[in-house]
């Protein structure tokens, strides 16, 4: 069946079933998404789409892992709940990077707690983390691997 669009009067084909519905008044999503401008959505459609939503946030999330969470995962809790680090917490900092990581505090563990972590730059960050034990650690764990080779 050949109708003509609302929009651009453009001859289009459209399906008879569809035409008894009450459907096929545009010939593509542009014409439509036109159509719908300045319109706001009625109040039932509305209700409907509030229904349909549900909330997944933490422990109603079905990917939700609990303690079993790994550094990713709390990083990505730690954005959520407080934001991008935009500041270093340091006070011997320097003040001089303008980029901001979220640190995990000395002697506290991975677990969703603000306390065990705190907003650092970059430079104050690698200072707290590549301490001189870590970087022996490296040392060896370099030897090891060109012994084996």
């Not at 300045?38 to 229904?51: F, G, I, T």
């Not at 990505?76 to 006070?91: H, I, M, Q, V």
């Not at 970087?135 to 030897?143: D, E, G, P, S």
Request: with cysteine; glycine share 6%; aromatic share 12%.
């Amino acid at each position: 069946m050949i109708r003509k669009c609302k929009i651009c009067k453009k001859d289009f084909y459209a399906k008879p079933n569809r035409v008894k519905k009450g459907l096929s008044k545009f010939c593509s999503k542009y014409c439509f998404t036109k159509s719908r401008k300045d319109k706001k959505l009625p109040q039932w459609w509305k209700d409907k789409l509030k229904l349909n939503r549900r909330n997944q946030n933490g422990y109603k999330n079905s990917m939700w892992k609990g303690k079993k969470v790994g550094s990713p995962g709390i990083h990505a809790w730690l954005r959520t709940k407080y934001g991008n680090a935009d500041r270093c917490e340091d006070s011997t900092c320097n003040g001089k990077s303008k980029k901001y990581n979220w640190a995990l505090r000395k002697g506290y563990k991975y677990e969703r707690k603000r306390k065990n972590f705190i907003r650092l730059c970059i430079s104050c960050h690698r200072n707290l983390d590549y301490t001189k034990e870590w970087k022996r650690n490296l040392v060896i764990a370099q030897r090891k691997r060109h012994e084996t080779h």
